[in-house]
Antibody, heavy 118, light 113 residues
Framework: EVQLVESGGGLVQPGGSLRLSCAAS????????MNWVRQAPGKGLEWLSY????????YYADSVRGRFTISRDNAKNSLYLQMNSLRAEDTAVYYCAREGSASYSHYWGQGTLVTVSS | DIVMTQSPDSLAVSLGERATINCKSSQSVLSRSNNKNYLAWYQQKPGQPPKLLIYWASARESGVPDRFSGSGSGTDFTLTISSLQAEDVAVYYCQQYYSTLYSFGQGTKLEIK
């Protein structure tokens, strides 16, 4: 069974940093590209970032480019999102998602809540 | 960037009736190389992560009831629920995965009339 478990969320002050993790199991992690998607309270889904299976390609939404960095450790079956210079508008539930046969998100984690507030 | 626009924003349908949600992309998501539309639909119920329903615009994910169907090509797409059930109350999102900035529509909230 595919499982994705996010962690690392919490309360952080504006301008601060946070590192999210996503632990993957139930599939060959190194064979799949991964994405981060977020959802602000009461709002819709926002795609944030993509990383290919070998980390050779990474893409970012304009809203986070230059502040967030996606990475992965295939040996640890883990995906990461380093978030710097956090703003109030970054407050959201952050989901990691595994791609399917193409770049749609086939499996999703339960999400981790990030709150940016003073 | 490709902008995805869904209509309507909310929809109320009687049980057993048809529900139709539309999704329009600002540019074509049809690949000429493989003749596939890079368009997916997701269902999200309160307090849950999104769930994949449809990919390649019309391919139903395993385990998804056959009352859900996707259609369309190029820039205009439709998600149809042929006979609405109570458990289908949710927010539905389309997403393009044609360009590397995988944008979502704003969502359509589906309720029971």
């Amino acid at each position: 069974e595919v499982q994705l478990v996010e962690s690392g969320g919490g309360l952080v002050q504006p301008g601060g940093s946070l590192r999210l993790s996503c632990a993957a199991s139930g599939f060959t992690f190194s064979s799949y590209s991964m994405n981060w998607v977020r959802q602000a309270p009461g709002k819709g889904l926002e795609w944030l970032s993509y990383i290919s299976s070998s980390s050779s390609s990474m893409y970012y939404a304009d809203s986070v480019r230059g502040r967030f960095t996606i990475s992965r450790d295939n040996a640890k079956n883990s995906l990461y999102l380093q978030m710097n210079s956090l703003r109030a508008e970054d407050t959201a539930v952050y989901y990691c998602a595994r791609e399917g046969s193409a770049s749609y998100s086939h499996y999703w984690g339960q999400g981790t809540l990030v709150t940016v507030s003073s | 960037d490709i902008v995805m626009t869904q209509s309507p924003d909310s929809l109320a349908v009687s049980l057993g009736e048809r529900a139709t949600i539309n999704c329009k992309s600002s540019q074509s998501v049809l690949s000429r190389s493989n003749n596939k539309n890079y368009l997916a639909w997701y269902q999200q119920k309160p307090g849950q992560p999104p769930k994949l329903l449809i990919y390649w615009a019309s391919a139903r994910e395993s385990g998804v009831p056959d009352r859900f169907s996707g259609s369309g090509s190029g820039t205009d797409f439709t998600l149809t629920i042929s006979s609405l059930q109570a458990e289908d109350v949710a927010v539905y999102y389309c997403q393009q995965y044609y360009s590397t900035l995988y944008s979502f529509g704003q969502g359509t909230k589906l309720e029971i009339k």
